[in-house]
């Protein structure tokens, strides 16, 4: 396993880098920096918190990410690539130390055409979305940290988000449409990643290479409506969500069943949560409204709420109530509560939701998310949880892990315990052995890599 860098590789690699790269090395600023939002398992934050690299690299080019890159390999120290910092497993936290390379100079559209965009990684979301706007497009999918997020972290990072309803996961064929990777060797490629290959640096924590550039498929852009319908019972709630999901004439974004007692840690919204009942969270098309409301009423859900998004600066858009945000509000108050990631079968969906839902009445609260996947509709679980300790957290696990729900554990740090597999995709590892032979990008977070020494042979990633 990687060591942290000795004295002599990290000086060695800043008389390097000086006065060709920006880098940071004032140990507070560093250790902000080497951080994201782990502390949402109590598992992780006791055995995260205190680890930090050694120096942040701020490069402003691709040529000084290679350099970087070139430099790291020849001295053997290290790196951990950051975005936005928004991740929620320990991706962004370097366990051994090393460089953190904050790519978030990489930030220019380099064009936007024929129904896509490519991107520096260091673009942030909200951004993105911005600039895409004037040409009527948008991005496919964000997660609810969008206002934060780079739009490289939530490729490496992510898997899904707000507009997963429509497109699924990002993994899925067509989700992302090209990589420009760096690798991590004494003379770093340059590889150029298109159709199924993209998926060696998707979801892979920035173990496979240093992504300098994205090419991402666009959506027309929809005059969105924030909406929260309140029904008397969660699996109500539920129902409804499903039916809206399958309704082809409600365009949506996002379908969001939350059950109670989540909602009252909602403060902004607390007039629009009323006690005691769930709520659906949704955003449709102002087209699409009149429909909406036809659903929801035949089934007596009532709306408390209907505004056009907004998630501009001084707002809140009903998203951040949503995905892993849910989970935020509540550690906002209370830190006693985790929670659980989790794919329901979609051949018994509700079947399965309401006996999650009484399952363990006392200990879990039930939040969903609508997405596709492979071709079908289900819900995605991403419930809260009263943590008592990590015997009681892993029995919770394999109880749903036994009933047919898979679970992606969002309680460990690497790419394999992290998975509902419980290994790394073959591609991803395959991958790895070529663009970092020595085991030096975020060591520790694929286990089931060992370091080959040198690569060799001419592959074609395309």
Known sequence: MTGRPSPDALAA???????????????????KRSRDFFWYSPVLDAELKGLSGDLVAEPASEAEVIAVAA???????????????????????PLHGGVVLDVSGLDRVEWQRDGAVRTGPG???NRLDGLLAEGGEEIRMHPSTKRTASIGGFIAGGSGGIGSVNYGQLR??????????????????????????VNGVAH??????????????????????????????????????????????????????????????????????????????????????????ATVAREGGTITLETPLDDSPGHTPLYEYSWN??????LKTDRSWTYLQSLHPADRLMESVAEMAALFPDEIVPHLELIEFAGRLTYAGIPLLKFTDAE??????????????????????????GTRHKRAETDQLGFKRLTDPMGLMNPGKMRSFTPAGVATGAVCFT
């Open 13 to 31: 690699l800043k008389a390097d880098l000086s006065g060709r790269v920006a880098l940071v090395e004032e140990p507070a600023r560093v250790r």
């Open 71 to 93: 430099s790291c390999a020849r001295h053997g120290v290290p790196l951990t690539v950051r975005g936005g910092g928004t991740g929620n497993y320990g991706q962004a936290v």
């Open 123 to 125: 673009l942030r979301m």
């Open 172 to 197: 899925e064929r067509g989700n992302i449409r090209a990589a420009r990777v760096v690798t991590l060797e004494p003379e770093p490629r340059v590889l150029e990643l298109t159709g199924d290959a």
């Open 204 to 293: 892979a924590y920035g173990t496979t290479g240093i992504v300098t550039a994205l090419e991402m498929p666009l959506a027309p852009v929809h005059p969105w409506i924030d909406v929260i319908v309140a029904f008397d019972d969660f699996l109500t709630a539920a129902e409804v969500g499903l039916a809206v999901g399958r309704d082809p004439a409600i365009t949506k974004k996002l379908v969001t069943p939350i059950a109670w007692p989540l909602p009252q840690w909602f403060t902004p919204l607390r007039a629009q949560c009323p006690p005691g009942q769930a709520i659906l969270i949704a955003m449709v098309s102002e087209a699409s409204l009149p429909a909406f409301r």
């Open 325 to 330: 945000h849910t989970t935020l509000q509540v």
């Open 392 to 417: 009681r957290l892993n029995h919770i696990i394999a109880a749903h892990e036994a009933r047919g729900v898979w679970i992606a554990n969002p309680h460990v740090y690497t790419l394999e315990d």
